[in-house]
């Protein structure tokens, strides 16, 4: 079969993955199942497992096919899945999780101590099949999966980390979501759909906040054009933002908190690749934390879906073919996708 591979770390992204011929997978546990990929979303985790920024954090051997946002229809089942069957179409969540660890059986899925990550640590989805657990899949029912892969990360991570903040908002609330990107505008989605607060959009480009307005963003900032800080305390009236969404997680906006965030309010980091750098007096004045959001539970994909179901949930997506993966790399090192990429193997 034809799969997209990473050979070695570069910061090149012309000719980061190489599409070759490998071994089609194949079963060896009876609870596996293997999914013929429809569609396989390309997220900004690709471009920093490519440039290496991973490795200090998960065990890579390479060469490895990429692609954590996976969808498509199940072609081969083990012995004992009955969840799941031949034909069925389903989204995959990207940890193939062991159910019997102490994270597992608490439900958090992604903090599974026999885990395996899809494209992470163990071969992915950029491929025409992948091999994965029952525990993993998630059955659609009148959902295209190619419209719907990118939310086996890129949603669950958006809805984990916006469900997290819904729960710290009431009416009278101001939620800010920085980057109405491939993750951003599936975020302000959720906080449209489940909260009764305000929301305040920011992003440098005019494209993406129109997409925030027609999204439902009470308020829009132009990072390039005016001074976040500011703009944020005259629509707040200096109240500023019970909960904060960085889908960028730059220096410059995990930056903003103590200037943006009300206190007792959160910074949640969903974005990754810049630091942290404040000094502590600043959490201690304004009683305010930074929290981190990795992935999401498979009941939050769960939920997702659910969401997309009944019509609330949108995704801005843009199609390519398989060899046409690196010009993708390229595309979104440059900034130039709106919405999410899906590969089509």
């Known amino acids: 079969m034809q799969a997209a591979r990473l050979h070695e770390y570069t910061d090149d992204m012309s000719e980061a993955l190489t599409v070759e011929d490998v071994e089609k997978p194949e079963i060896s546990t009876s609870?596996?199942?293997?999914?013929?990929?429809?569609?396989?979303?390309?997220?900004?985790?690709?471009?920093?497992?490519?440039?290496?920024?991973?490795e200090p954090y998960a065990e890579q051997n390479l060469p490895m096919t990429l692609g954590h946002e996976n969808a498509g229809s199940v072609v081969e089942v083990g012995d004992e899945v009955t969840t799941v069957e031949v034909g069925d179409s389903v989204i995959c969540h990207p940890v193939r999780t062991c159910g019997q660890c102490r994270a597992c059986r608490l439900g958090n899925d992604m903090y599974c101590e026999n885990g395996a990550f899809s494209g992470l640590d163990t071969d992915g989805g950029f491929a025409e099949y992948l091999l994965t657990s029952?525990?993993?899949?998630?059955?659609?029912?009148?959902?295209?999966?190619?419209?719907?892969?990118?939310?086996?990360?890129?949603?669950?991570?958006?809805?984990?980390?916006?469900?997290?903040?819904?729960?710290?908002?009431?009416?009278?609330?101001?939620?800010?979501l920085i980057g109405i990107g491939g993750l951003g505008h599936i975020g302000l989605q959720?906080?449209?759909?489940?909260?009764?607060?305000?929301?305040?959009?920011?992003?440098?480009?005019?494209?993406?906040?129109?997409l925030a307005e027609r999204l439902g963003a009470?308020?829009?900032?132009?990072?390039?054009?005016?001074?976040?800080?500011?703009?944020?305390?005259?629509?707040?009236?200096?109240?500023?933002?019970?909960?904060?969404?960085?889908?960028?997680?730059?220096?410059s906006t995990t930056n903003l908190a103590p200037d943006i965030v009300s206190p007792g309010g959160d910074h949640h980091i969903v974005g990754y690749g810049g630091h942290v750098h404040r000094p502590s007096q600043d959490?201690?004045?304004?009683?305010?934390?930074?929290?981190?959001?990795?992935?999401?539970?498979?009941?939050?994909?769960?939920?997702?879906?659910?969401?997309?179901?009944?019509g609330e949930m949108h995704l801005t997506t843009t199609q390519y073919d398989l060899d046409e993966i690196n010009k993708v790399a390229e595309k979104l090192e440059r900034n130039e996708i709106e919405g999410r990429a899906v590969i089509r193997p």
């Not at 009470?218 to 019970?242: P, R």
Request: glycine letters at 10%; a negative charge; aromatic letters at 6%.
């Open 283 to 310: 959490l201690v004045d304004g009683e305010f934390s930074y929290q981190g959001n990795l992935v999401g539970t498979y009941t939050e994909l769960q939920e997702l879906i659910a969401l997309v179901e009944q």
């Open 31 to 54: 609870g596996q199942i293997i999914v013929e990929v429809e569609g396989a979303g390309w997220c900004q985790t690709d471009n920093h497992i490519i440039e290496g920024m991973w």
């Open 218 to 251: 009470d308020f829009t900032v132009n990072s390039g054009d005016e001074n976040v800080a500011d703009a944020i305390t005259d629509i707040t009236d200096g109240a500023g933002g019970t909960q904060v969404l960085d889908f960028v997680g730059a220096d």
């Open 190 to 210: 959720a906080v449209e759909a489940m909260s009764a607060a305000r929301t305040i959009a920011v992003d440098i480009k005019d494209d993406a906040l129109e």
């Open 134 to 176: 029952e525990r993993s899949a998630i059955k659609l029912d009148d959902i295209d999966p190619v419209d719907i892969a990118p939310h086996a990360d890129a949603g669950i991570t958006a809805y984990h980390a916006s469900k997290k903040a819904v729960d710290e908002l009431v009416p009278g609330n101001y939620c800010v």
